[in-house]
């Protein structure tokens, strides 16, 4: 193999859901987190963390 560290997965079609978690990972990108903007994972985890409150906020719908 050319690759030997290289792994390759399919994802099932009955597996909607990963098309969701890869559209949050697409918004989390452009809106909260740059490549190289941190210094240590505590800061990633902070900003990730501020985000998904802010969204859970912005979302969260009371009946």
């Not at 859901?17 to 990633?44: C, D, M, P, Y």
Request: glycine content about 8%; proline content about 3%; charged content about 15%.
């Amino acid at each position: 193999m050319q690759w030997p560290r290289l792994h390759v997965h399919f994802t099932p079609t009955y597996a909607s859901w990963i098309n969701q978690v890869e559209g949050w990972f697409g918004i989390i990108t452009q809106k909260a987190i740059r490549r190289g903007s941190f210094h240590n994972v505590g800061e990633l985890t902070g900003k990730v963390n501020d985000f998904t409150a802010i969204a859970r906020r912005r979302t969260t719908t009371t009946y």
